[in-house]
């Protein structure tokens, strides 16, 4: 991936694993702390509350973004930054701004002036827009969702509350689960491509059970870890409060509740342990599952999910359900009911009245990620649509933002860098022809998806109403959870995204061997067809050659051209890879992230990698597209200087210290600053390009190289 996106409710856990975090609506990590004080100095308003027709443009390359009084081979990130830096304070309702989710907020403008005018139309529209239209009408009524405050959750809190044993308890979890779509209320339970056999979709039983963002947040010691987890309590009794529980009553609940969170995420892996897909793969039958966690009845939950007998999993931490039997066991029935009604208006605070709303932003945006204000309801809502419905807003977003000429174009774009990396294979000193011939065998199996699926997700069966904002979500939700399950047992759809074409974000799947580019991100200024090559390949190339490296990143190496987990490495050159990979991964570990904290690089190596190889494959691709065109100076910048300052200019972010701090444990990217520098040092082309020399900060001594 390119960035790293986070709920605002959800912990996005699903899949990042293997690189396949799931969108929506908030914003990428970030560095120096200069550019976060003069924010939180000056603090900038929400955007203006206004929707548009048309995508405002920013250019490609942006002079004005940079800091020419700052020396290039000192710190190319601010030199290439600086102006953005300052132009572009945080706005109130914003974790972090970068250049990704400035255009995310362009897009969401844009889709905002779309959702609005089919709001006002009741007659004349497809049936996706009636869906998508209607959808957003009742989600703008906040009279109407002002008026039935919590009375949405009272079924499903009856139901919790009519539990009287914990023998009825997998019923119950599968219904939540299936209503709830994959918030893994005490573990997970989704469908995925099996490791051993990728053509195959089997059923993943995965740890979960959390309300903060990482299990780390439970067991860290720190002082501001400690006091982050008496807020989250005090988040938890006033949650519960709002329910209608006594104070006092609700105060013990949460201490019950962070008790069997806390032992589910002890007993949970950390991240960089993840990051090993073999750490993932434990594939058993019912019964071996069943042996698991014999006080959870298995049968009974599949049942009620509909999926009646399976006789495939994958429990990807059989660890973790060893630890859930445990709690099931020595838990209290009142504590397993305070759980299950605390994750239940957790998960369903979004779609609630103000005091839920308020109450989450509260602890999940202002305490957790220092953001001063609730991001406005057209936001919200606009984020939604694209959550539930995205593939029918999607289509309306293709057809007036990205057009058949966009889309060969950087179809074409992509080739090249494919062709690049072939190169690139070839010449490798560290690899040997067998391991070559592999490796170019899952290259040129990869499949290039550009800007929007060849065929659309079918909404036919969701019926959306225009005055009934919690059936609509009740209703999308429990589509999405039943298409989830029912691929279960079936061939793998190679033709499926998992990021909606509005999305501001890339990924690469290792299973799929495939890579991924959303329509949303293929706009200026990341891609402007008006600009000249050096920043287009500079920008997009290099992310279109960070999502290809990904399949030969520490984790996309193991799996093979078919998303087989399978090794094709000789002994030796998996050696050589792991020493060159040791050179990123102790490179990054000097860079501070905010405080003392430091870049955990064994978790960031496979992002780092991809930054690393996505720069030179587009610096290659560049070179060979216009190795017989006279390239000018443009802006007192040679082309060579554009194609760096143009890769640069992706990165620009400013950020607060509290979303710093959550990034430093959850996001698998390290922030922008080094995302820029950490690059440039390690190319012999930067240091010529920008005339630097031997001895300062951008030349760095000892290379890393991979691809
Ligand atoms: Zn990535």
Redesign the pocket.
């Known amino acids: 991936?390119?960035v790293l996106f986070i709920k605002v409710l959800f912990v996005v856990l699903a899949g990042a694993a293997l690189?396949q975090a799931v969108p929506p609506n908030q914003t990428p990590p970030s560095a120096g702390s200069r550019s976060s004080d003069q924010a939180a100095a000056n603090p900038a308003p929400a955007v203006a509350d206004s929707p548009v027709t048309s995508m405002p443009y920013t250019p490609g390359l942006d002079t004005e973004f940079m800091d020419r009084s700052a020396d290039p081979c000192v710190d190319f990130y601010q030199y290439s930054c600086g102006g953005w830096m300052k132009k572009n304070p945080i706005p109130s309702d914003q974790p972090g701004w970068a250049v990704y989710s400035k255009l995310a907020q362009d897009n969401e403008r844009f889709l905002w002036g779309i959702l609005d005018d089919l709001a006002r139309k009741t007659s004349g529209r497809t049936a996706n827009q009636q869906k998508i239209g209607d959808y957003f009408a009742a989600c703008m009524d906040e009279a109407a969702v002002e008026r039935l405050g919590a009375d949405p959750l009272k079924p499903h809190l009856d139901q919790i509350n009519g539990l009287t044993s914990k023998k009825q308890l997998p019923a119950l979890l599968a219904r939540i689960h299936l209503r709830t779509e994959g918030s893994g209320m005490l573990f997970g339970f989704d469908s995925n491509q099996d490791y051993g056999n990728s053509t195959q979709v089997i059923a993943f039983a995965s740890a979960g059970g959390l309300g903060l963002p990482d299990r780390d947040y439970y067991t860290k010691s720190d002082p501001k870890s400690v006091e982050l987890r008496q807020k989250y309590l005090l988040h938890v009794q006033r949650m519960l409060e709002l329910l209608g529980d006594q104070p006092d009553t609700a105060q013990r609940e949460a201490a019950g509740i962070m008790a069997v969170e806390t032992a589910l995420a002890k007993a949970s892996l950390t991240r960089v342990e993840r990051r090993e897909p073999h750490n993932l793969y434990h594939k058993v039958d019912l019964t071996q599952l069943q042996a698991l966690s014999p006080d959870f009845e298995w049968s009974a939950y599949l049942k009620e999910t509909g999926l009646g007998q399976q006789d495939a999993f994958n429990v990807t931490e059989p660890a973790f359900y060893k630890e859930l039997n445990n709690q099931l066991q020595t838990a209290s029935l009142d504590d397993i009911k305070s759980y299950l009604r605390w994750h239940t208006v957790h998960s369903a605070a979004l779609f609630l009245s103000s005091g839920f709303v308020n109450e989450d932003f509260d602890f999940f945006g202002k305490t957790l990620r220092g953001v001063p204000q609730l991001r406005p309801r057209w936001k919200r809502c606009v984020g939604l649509v694209d959550r539930q419905l995205g593939e029918a807003l999607g289509q309306e977003f293709v057809s007036r933002t990205f057009s058949p000429e966009m889309k060969q174009k950087t179809l074409t774009m992509t080739n090249q860098i494919e062709q690049a990396m072939a190169a690139d294979i070839g010449q490798l000193t560290w690899m040997g022809p067998e391991t070559k011939q592999n490796a170019l065998i899952k290259l040129h199996a990869v499949v290039n998806k550009i800007g929007y699926p060849d065929k659309w997700r079918d909404y036919t069966s969701i019926a959306i109403s225009r005055d009934d904002f919690a059936g609509n979500v009740e209703r999308a939700t429990m589509f999405e959870s039943k298409r989830k399950l029912n691929k279960i047992g079936k061939p793998v759809d190679r033709g499926e995204w998992s990021m909606t074409p509005t999305t501001v974000n890339a990924?690469?799947s290792s299973r799929m061997n495939d890579i991924n580019f959303p329509a949303g991100v293929l706009q200026p200024p990341l891609y402007d067809p008006k600009m000249d090559d050096a920043p287009n390949y500079g920008n997009t190339g290099g992310t279109i050659g960070?999502?290809l490296t990904?399949g030969f990143d520490d984790q996309g190496r193991k799996f093979d051209a078919q998303g087989n987990l399978k090794d094709w490495w000789t002994a030796q050159d998996n050696q050589n890879f792991e020493v060159r990979a040791q050179c990123v991964v102790d490179q990054y570990a000097r860079y501070v992230v905010v405080d003392q904290i430091k870049i955990n690089s064994k978790l960031t190596e496979?992002?780092d990698i991809?930054d690393l190889g996505g720069l030179i494959l587009a610096w290659m691709a560049w070179k060979d597209q216009t190795k017989n065109t006279q390239l000018e100076n443009r802006d007192g910048l040679t082309p060579e200087q554009r194609f760096f300052v143009g890769n640069a200019q992706w990165a620009c972010e400013n950020d607060r210290p509290e979303n710093l701090r959550m990034h430093a444990i959850t996001d698998p990217?390290s922030p922008g600053k080094y995302r820029v520098n950490g690059l440039v040092v390690n190319l012999p082309e930067f240091e010529k390009a920008f005339a630097c020399k031997a001895g300062q900060p951008m030349v760095k001594e000892n290379r890393c190289r991979i691809w």
Request: no cysteine.
């Open positions: 991936m390119r690189g990924y690469y960070h999502e990904h496979g992002e991809a990217h």
